[in-house]
């Protein structure tokens, strides 16, 4: 299939990309580089022997996304393009909705010019919110908890109306975990700009000797060791689940919301516990108060996904580690280095 693949220079969507290219798909990326770097194209065209076009743009750009669209006429879209941080989310709201919501009207109206009736989006497990019951299932209800969260809760509503507006189109909805890892031949992985808003590209900055110490926000949370409980999922995985649920959308009509995790949880110390012996380095942390807007345990359950999609994630917490490692000691200073 021709896949306009937006944010596909990014963590999770150079990692799909390799696996779109796999499979034999046609794609292309449009990406504004402000999270991301044009290097990552460059590796996941030399690590998959193949060649893609690439566009510069931002999806706010209404004009320029449809003539894109217009001149690529791609048979699906996977939406990765957004603003992604918690925090920063809490601080700048006003721009998470422009850039991640607005943004997706000026998609959406520039695949209704063509008649491209396919999207994969990629949304959140922040959508649920507190847990009333655990593991997280897709029938769990929707109650976002901070900006981020939010504006993909917004676009997933905007996606059911959209989808409600033809039988033929097809949307899947698939919520993440927590990414982590990098591909194992240690050549595209995560790449922060500033300091990392996630868990283990900090971790792995601090095991490089780059930052002196973690800060582990909290640790009176109601859990074993009184740390958060995430869900992590090796991005190769989730890459892997982008490539089936394409597959599904392919074959099917409507909408669907699928959760991409491994279906158990580990506390930010087994974290740090498990990279710490991948890396062979001391991780030296210490503990901040709690952020707001986090919760304390999030696990997703993964039936559907294995039931709808044939995909179930493969890869332990210690490869997580062991290839954020390689990749990080690989390029210390990221794509910049």
Known sequence: MRVLVTGGAGYIGSHTMLEMLAADHTPMVVDNFANSSPVALERVARLSNRTFDHAVASLTDGPAIRQMIEDFRPDAVIHFAGLKAVGES?????????ENVFSTI??????????????????????YGEPHYLPFDEAHPLSPINPYGRTKYFIEEILRDWAATDPEKSVMLLRYFNPVGAHISGQIGEDPRGIPNNLVPFIAQVAMGRRERLMVFGDDYDTPDGTGIRDYIHVSDLAAGHVAA????SRHHGIEAVNLGTGRGHSVKEVITAFA????????????????????????????????????AKLSLDAMCSDTWRWQSQNPEGYGG
């Open 90 to 98: 809490e601080k700048k709201p006003l721009s998470y909705y422009e």
């Open 277 to 312: 012996k991948a890396s062979g380095r001391e991780i030296p942390y210490e503990i901040a108060p709690r952020r707001k807007g986090d919760i304390a345990t999030s696990f997703a359950s993964t039936g559907k996904a294995k039931s709808l999609l044939g995909w179930e």
């Open 246 to 249: 394409l597959d599904y959308a």
């Open 106 to 127: 000026q998609l959406l109206k520039a695949m209704d010019a063509v008649g491209c009736r396919q999207i994969v989006f990629s949304s959140s497990a922040t959508v």
